[in-house]
């Protein structure tokens, strides 16, 4: 009796290989879909000029109460820095200055890129100070095309 021996190869084997390319083709159809279906909201954003009107040479009167607001909310009250941008600090400058008592009309001049806080600030120190009477400084328009 002869016994017939198999032999098997014990060589290298072939390692089975992931295809990325279908996963690839997946992605970008996922992806095309998401871009598809999203639906982006733009929020429409206001155009804002500052007012200019024709006006006269400024005036200084004596019950004047002039507070500038610089680009980045610093005050001064009649040409003196205010050291603090809280309120009560604005609103005991504007007491010291109104030398025309409750009578003193206070002059808001805000460059036009100051924060619109800084502005309030100076209307609710103005309203604790006891001075209601508030305007707004406006650049004329033949210096508005600078």
Do not use: C, M
């Given at each position: 009796m002869t016994r017939a021996r198999m032999q098997f190869r014990h060589g290298a084997r072939d390692e089975?290989?992931?295809n990325l390319i279908p996963f690839i083709d997946v992605l970008l159809v996922i992806l095309i879909f998401l871009m598809l279906s999203?639906?982006?909201s733009k929020f429409t954003e206001m155009q804002l000029r500052l007012p200019t009107a024709?006006?006269?040479?400024?005036?200084?009167?004596?019950?004047e109460v002039i507070v500038t607001v610089s680009a980045d909310g610093r005050y001064t009250v009649n040409k003196a820095a205010v050291a603090d941008r809280n309120v009560s600090t604005?609103?005991?400058?504007?007491?010291?200055?109104?030398?025309?008592?409750?009578e003193s009309v206070v002059i808001i001049s805000a460059d036009a890129s100051s924060p619109h806080q800084a502005v309030v600030t100076v209307m609710?120190?103005?309203?604790r100070a006891g001075l209601m009477q508030i305007t707004?400084?406006?650049?004329?328009?033949?210096?508005?095309?600078?």
């Open positions: 089975p290989e992931i999203t639906t982006y024709d006006v006269d040479a400024q005036r200084d009167y004596p019950k604005v609103a005991a400058a504007l007491g010291a200055a109104a030398t025309g008592g409750k609710e120190a103005a309203r707004f400084a406006a650049q004329s328009t033949a210096q508005a095309g600078h």
